[in-house]
């Protein structure tokens, strides 16, 4: 079965103001180069919680187990029900520990007990592996965050991690123990690492769920389960001692009376997320001047944990856990308890860990050197500051997550703020040119349009002018087609073209060949075809004759005609006067010809003449 990641960034809900960025102690957060959104590297990620917590949007959920817990009641089988003593920190609106165990029976559970018997006993273990010192100093086991982070950041110290289950485990197995094996375990409790570290144990110390005090209060909400309703329940023994302080980080120290005094002591019990970074940091380098054990909780304690309801005040919490642990101390049957502890001392508590090394390799120094002048920081290059605003203690580590792949350069505020600003430079520039551009655009759409108009003027004016002429003008197209033809033509063309006209006016798009004979409209195909001009040539039409000149006005596009009526009397005047005046040129070329030959003639007769005289007269002087 493949189990969803421990917990999930939901783009749609995720504002990118990388607050889990920020907070993620093992940057397991990596933000997407295209999209700039976070998303979660499970593999990476030790399930501590502190995105869950600081997400403000709630963008980011952690792995249900509220269907899982009602599937296994409504199966039928025996479920118990293990309870983490912090439950008395989180119901603080429950007037008697009591009343939640009855409101937890009422879901179903067959049996209702708690972690504290198992904090006892494991309390115990370490009470023994502690005193009987070999020379190796341990890392308790009880946080599954901190395991987590050994396993993965710190392998080498895989070693010193306390083999001991945690509590939650402890407890199965006693239930187990005494309950039967068959039956399930649901525990419940502040810690959401605890889901994943479920499904790593097997065998009788088996977790078939866990719910967070969260879940468990949304399904008393959703069964209308109200304390007022219900009477006193007590736990199913084996019943807990002092491990009901567990949830106060030094508690289950106390429970064993493990000494903490500063002198005498040899164990040093830390909580928090930066107390733990610290922690395991010095353990790895300085253990041999350190020499001491370590306790450590990811957590403000346990109480304070991400599967708590938000917005907890620590010290109430820590105020009613010392509160519950005393009321249950008043009520306890020490020879009770203890015959439980010799029951089930014998029970197998041991536990070993898998390094899970998830280091990144550190990138070459060209490489950060690079990413701090991509983002114009290379002035801190040496220095460790920053103004962490980008999730990173300083501008290098920035730097170096940005060239692991694992942040993004607009993560950074000032550079993201000075890239802004050119945006914004760019942008301005730009809209000036566009602003000119529109300008020239609109001036060259009116100079068009005002040609345009001119143009259709021009034309208005030239068919105007030709619908005057007396000789017939028609233009056609490649195909013939008529585009423009004057009264005049289609008077010469007779009444046939008239009718025609009528229909449709101008003969516009009236097709040539259907108004001439062939003869006459050959010329305008010819001409089409040539692109060569026919000038003035008679064409018999009907029983008259016309003039007609065609000439190409585009080529191989358009052609024009010109038709004159010879019969017509301005017509007929000026083609006799045309004609006449042709001939008189004629004539006049031909009278100068012979002129010129007469001339020549004359020069030659006189040249022979001048020279038989001067042959004379030098005959005469001899
Ligand atoms: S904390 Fe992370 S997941 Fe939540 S809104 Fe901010 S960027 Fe998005
Ligand atoms: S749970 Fe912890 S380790 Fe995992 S992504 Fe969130 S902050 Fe990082």
Known sequence: MTVSPLLEIHQDACIKCYSCVRICPVKAIRVDVNTEYPSIIPERCIGCGSCFMACSPAAITYRSSINEVKELIASGEKVAA?????????????????????????????????????VDLVAKEYKELLEDFKGKYHIMANCPAVVSFIEKYYPELV??????????????????????????????????????????????????????????????????????????????????????????????????????????????????????????KEFDSRIDLIRRHFNIFYDDGCLMGPGTSQGGEKFLRHTLVTDYANK?????????????????????????????????????????????EMIHRQDQRDNDIGCESCGYPNCREFAIAIAQGLATTDMCHIFSGRNRQEYIKTLRTTNEKLAKTQEALRISEEKAKQEKDSQLEISALVSAMLQQLVSGVVIVDENLRILHANKAFIRILGEEAAMVDEVIPGLEGADLKSLLPIHFYKIFSFVLSSDESVERKDVQYGNGVLNVSVFSLRSKKF???????????????????????????????????????????????????????????SQNKK
């Not at 429950?94 to 972690?115: P, S, W």
């Not at 502040?190 to 977790?207: N, Q, S, V, Y």
């Not at 502890?341 to 050197?369: A, H, T, W």
């Not at 010879?566 to 031909?590: C, S």
């Open 328 to 372: 249950r101390l008043n009520t306890l049957d020490p020879e009770a308890w203890k015959r439980d502890i010799d029951e089930f001392k014998g029970l197998d508590f041991s536990r070993d860990y898998v390094p899970d090394d998830q280091r990144l390799p550190l990138p070459s120094e060209e490489k950060i050197e690079e990413v701090l």
């Open 82 to 118: 293990v309870c983490d003593p912090a439950i008395s920190g989180e119901f603080h609106d429950i007037t008697d520990y009591r009343k939640f165990v009855q409101m937890i029976r009422n879901l179903g559970f067959a049996y209702v007990t708690e972690v504290s018997f198992g």
């Open 159 to 280: 070693s010193n991690i306390a083999p001991i289950v945690s509590p939650m485990v402890a407890t199965a197995k006693v239930v187990r123990q005494r309950y039967g094996q068959e039956i399930k375990v649901v525990a419940i409790g502040p810690c959401i690492a605890a889901k994943d570290e479920a499904l790593r144990i097997t065998g009788d110390g088996r977790i078939d769920a866990v719910l967070t005090f969260t879940e468990l209060r949304r399904l008393f909400n959703e069964f209308n389960i109200r304390e007022t309703q219900l009477e006193f329940s007590e736990f199913d023994p084996p019943l807990g001692n002092k491990g009901s302080l567990y949830p106060i980080s030094d508690g289950i120290l106390q429970a064993v009376d493990i000494s903490e005094n500063l002198l005498s002591g040899n164990i040093i019990t830390t909580e928090g997320r930066n107390n733990m970074l610290c922690a395991v």
């Open 559 to 617: 052609v024009g005609g010109i038709i004159r009526d010879m019969y017509m009397p301005e017509v007929y005047k000026e083609q006799i006067i045309t004609r006449m005046k042709e001939v008189i040129d004629q004539n006049f070329d031909m009278v100068q010809k012979i002129a010129f030959l007469l001339g020549e003639g004359a020069a030659k007769t006189e040249q022979m003449l001048n020279a038989i005289i001067e042959s004379h007269q």
